[in-house]
C-alpha cells in the first residue's frame, strides 16, 4: 500500500517538484497552498505525513503544526517542516511545537525523500490512556476493556477520554461535554446522563471507572470508592 502525503506549500514551482518526485517515488500526494486549506485537508485526509511550509499564507507553517500535533487525532502524523534559511530561527520554534523533524530549502529530491522515509519508519509513541482493564488510544480510536474492542460512539469515546485524560477529576456535565467537544457545544444534563449510561454498559465489569460524583457530576477512578 502507498503511502499517502499532504504537501503544504505555496511556492508553485517547489510544490510541483515535489509533487512530481514523490509521485515518481511511489508516494500518493495531496497539495494545499494554504494554512486553512491544508489544515483542513490534512484532518479529512489523514495522511502518513505532512510536509509544511514555514511561510504560508492563512494560517503560517507554526501555528498548523502546533493544531495538528494538539489535536489527538492527527497528533500521531509525523509533520516534516520545509523553510527558507533565513528562517532558522523558526525552525527551533517549529520543533518545539512538534514537528518531527525539517529541512531547509533548498534542498534536493534525495535529501527529501531520505526523511520522508525515516519519519515514516520512526514508530508513532503510543497515546494510549488506560484506567483499570479499560484502554483507549486516541490515535487508532479504540477502545478495548481487557484487550476486547468495544463499540462506542464518537461523542462517547470524547466523552471517556475527556475524564481518563484526568483521572480523578470530577468534572460537571457541562465541564466535561465542553472538554470532550469544545467550548461551543451546548450542554443538555440529561443527553450528557445518556451518554455516561451507554459508555457504562459498553465498559462491561469495568463500568464503575466512571463515578457520579453527587451534586457534581462524573468522575473516572481507578478505585471503587
Ligand atoms: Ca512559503
Redesign the pocket.
Known sequence: MSHHLVCI???EDIQEIIAFNLERAGFEVSLADNGTDGMELVRTAMPDLVLL?V??PGLNGMQVCKQLKADDKTAGIPVIMLSARSEETDIVKGLTDGADDYITKPFSQAELLARIQVALRRKPQSKALCVKQVCLDPELFTCKVANETIKLTTTEFKLLQAMMKQPGRAFSREQLMHAALGEQTEVVDRNVDVHIRAIRKALGDDHNIIQTVRGIGYRCCANDS
Open positions: 506549500e505555496d511556492e511550509d511561510m504560508l
